[in-house]
């Protein structure tokens, strides 16, 4: 079975800090994906940045950037120059595969940014 | 764009009643997963199809059911409902020949039961 940990169950940033987000998870699989998922109050979880096992270069999306350390598990996210917006509960995500398969979240991070 | 369309948005249903939620996939999607996200909790994997096919199974209780139709919307079936069945029903859709595989996810559908 596949899981999910994020030990870091709230944070907070200064504004136009930086902040990074950890997960680890385990699995026996060689090939899968990652993903940090934002859910804002408004309550939909929007894609913030994944990542393909099978690359070895980490992902960045603007101000998003992951450090992926596929030896350790290790599945961060480094979050450049907060903004308020960036506010919200960040999951973690596993999938093993893309057909269906079960997505395993973490259990989240609580970020605040502040003014 | 085209986003993953949940209905309803919100509902009301008695102990013991049925509710029925709707997940309309983002056009060409063939997987649809439908999560249950209690308050203060992280989403909770209950069911997935693939191809109108059920592709993996979660906590899905007994006394909810779920298919996958012929125009790929899927409904999440729920009879005998408890006050622990109060959450937020996350409905998310991808197509299996995106590298990526990423989730698409729906606003979801709240439901209150009294």
């Known amino acids: 079975a596949q899981t999910v940990t994020q030990s870091q169950p709230e944070m907070s940033v200064q504004e136009a800090e930086t902040v990074t987000l950890s997960c680890t998870y385990d699995?026996?699989?060689?090939?899968?994906?990652l993903f940090w998922y934002k859910q804002p109050p408004s309550r939909q979880m929007i894609l913030v940045i994944r990542q393909e096992a099978y690359k070895q270069q980490n992902a960045t999306e603007n101000r998003f950037s992951v450090n992926f350390q596929k030896a350790a598990k290790s599945f961060s996210l480094k979050i450049s120059d907060s903004q308020l917006g960036d506010t919200a509960m960040y999951f973690c995500?596993?999938?093993?595969?893309?057909?269906?398969?079960?997505?395993?979240f973490g259990t989240g991070t609580s970020l605040t940014v502040i003014p | 764009a085209a986003g993953v369309i949940q209905s309803p948005r919100h509902l009301i249903k008695e102990k013991r009643e049925t509710a029925t939620l709707k997940c309309y996939p983002i056009?060409?999607?063939?997987?649809v997963y439908w999560y249950q996200q209690g308050p203060g909790q992280d989403p909770q994997f209950l069911i997935s199809f693939y191809e109108k096919m059920q592709s993996d199974k979660g906590s899905i209780p007994d006394r909810f059911s779920a298919q996958q139709f012929s125009d790929y919307h899927s409904e999440l079936n729920m009879s005998s409902l408890e006050l622990g069945d109060s959450a937020l029903y996350f409905c998310?859709?991808?197509?299996?020949?995106?590298?990526?595989?990423?989730?698409?996810f729906g606003e979801g559908s709240r439901l209150t039961v009294l």
């Open positions: 699995t026996s699989e060689s090939n899968y994906y």
């Open positions: 056009p060409r999607h063939d997987t």
């Open positions: 998310a859709s991808s197509f299996s020949e995106h590298e990526t595989g990423e989730l698409f």
């Open positions: 995500a596993f999938m093993k595969s893309n057909t269906g398969n079960q997505f395993y």
